[in-house]
């Protein structure tokens, strides 16, 4: 074997396979897991107030795992939004079950299969109203909103909806977790152009290999869906199955 070959195995190794290895033998071994959809925690984890109480406008990206198996390796992201007065807010999910693209489907701060939300991006006030209406627009046009449309693996799947909404809403300047599995999916043929912040350049092979470079993303590796990489602007290593080992993706809590 060339040491070229080997130098590419070893880099495989170690950027991808030990760390999703070792996340999954600590996965494995909790105990305080769901044993399925059923018996899982899906209400509210309190982390907004009520509407009525949070007159300004606001816009919220979560992101947290999924349950059983796939919690070993990918996150679950979704939208919030609220108009300044509203009384409720609006949750956008795209999922495989029942109506692909859901609103409402839960509370705006649920637990994911009983995992508490992670905060991916927090706006509000004057800024979040003006946005409102372009994530609207967004969500109406994702163009995988149909029944058949969802695949778990490389994609299109919720993530792939969330990143959608962030790339055509230029105000949503984030980057999804590393493990928000399926953000990184493209149709075979779209192979290059803006990473979603559009801070930065992506490639990409239809979601199983890839390369993004951004201020906002900063380095990331995709792998067959696995993400590894670097974060500099909010320093942090992204490995698989571990996600972010570093400072939060937002500040704000």
Same mark, same amino acid.
Not at 111 to 121: E, Y
Not at 212 to 236: I, Q, S, T, Y
């Given at each position: ?53 949070? &007159? ?8 947290? &795992? ?35 693209? =859901? ?69 949503? =300047? ?23 912040? =559009? ?44 996600? =972010? ?9």
């Amino acid at each position: 074997m060339s040491t070229i070959a080997l130098r590419i195995l070893l880099a495989l190794l170690v950027l991808f396979i030990l760390p999703l290895a070792t996340h999954a033998l600590w996965w494995a071994a909790r105990d305080d897991l769901a044993p399925d959809w059923s018996r899982a925690d899906w209400t509210s984890a309190k982390i907004l107030s009520a509407a009525a109480e949070h &007159r300004p406008a606001l816009i919220r990206i979560y992101a947290a &795992r999924t349950g059983r198996w796939k919690g070993m390796v990918a996150h679950h992201s979704w939208i919030v939004v609220k108009e300044e007065g509203a009384s409720r807010y609006t949750r956008f999910d795209k999922v495989g079950w029942g109506s692909p693209v =859901r609103t409402n489907g839960w509370a705006a701060d649920a637990r994911w299969f009983g995992n508490d939300p992670q905060l991916v991006l927090a706006i509000d006030g004057a800024e979040a109203e003006r946005l409102i209406p372009e994530i609207r627009r967004a969500v109406a046009e994702y163009p995988y909103a149909g029944f058949g449309d969802y695949r778990v693996w490389p994609g299109p799947n919720s993530n792939t909806f969330v990143a959608y909404v962030v790339a055509r809403v230029p105000g949503l =300047r984030t980057a999804l977790p590393p493990t928000a599995l399926g953000k990184d999916f493209h149709p075979f043929g779209d192979f290059a152009g803006l990473t979603p912040s =559009r801070t930065g350049i992506q490639l990409q092979l239809g979601g199983y290999l890839g390369l993004a470079v951004g201020w906002v993303e900063g380095l990331e590796v995709n792998f067959l869906g696995l993400v590894a990489g670097l974060d500099l602007r909010r320093p942090a290593f992204k490995l698989p199955g571990w996600g =972010r080992i570093g400072l939060p993706l937002t500040a704000e809590s």
